[in-house]
């Protein structure tokens, strides 16, 4: 396992649904392979902790997703913080985003 390979401490891996967690918070939420963001943001939003992040792993065809998302960021009190690509050549090269999301400074519920 990773996270004991690492050495990371205070690390705990869920692999679950969102709608089946209940009374818990996370620091880091990774999503990968659920559709649109919109789709997800208001189920997870309720398990990010304070200083928590969302990172979507998505395509490269994710700014018309992101333009879309903004309405919804804003009334859950979250906003874009980064969008990074990777490049990766094995079987074959092709591009993937990352999209990372957060709370807004002081707009924590």
Same mark, same amino acid.
């Given at each position: 396992?990773?996270? =004991?390979?690492? +050495? ?8 679950? =649904? ?9 620091? /880091? ?5 659920? @559709? ?9 939003? #309720? ?14 065809? /994710? #700014? %018309? ?17 980064? /969008?990074?690509?990777? %490049?990766?050549?094995? #079987? ?8 990372? /999301? @957060? =709370?807004?400074? +002081? @707009?924590?519920?």
């Amino acid at each position: 396992m990773a996270v =004991r390979s690492l +050495g990371l401490e205070s690390v705990r891996i869920v692999c679950a =649904r969102a709608e089946s967690l209940k009374d818990i918070r996370f620091d /880091v939420i990774l999503i990968r392979l659920v @559709g649109p963001i919109r789709n997800t943001l208001r189920l997870v939003e #309720p398990l990010l902790s304070t200083a928590g992040r969302i990172i979507y792993y998505k395509s490269v065809t /994710v #700014p %018309q997703e992101i333009a879309q998302v903004q309405p919804l960021l804003k009334r859950l009190h979250l906003e874009i913080q980064q /969008v990074r690509d990777f %490049q990766f050549s094995r #079987p074959e090269s092709f591009t993937r985003r990352l999209v990372v /999301v @957060g =709370r807004v400074p +002081g @707009g924590y519920s």
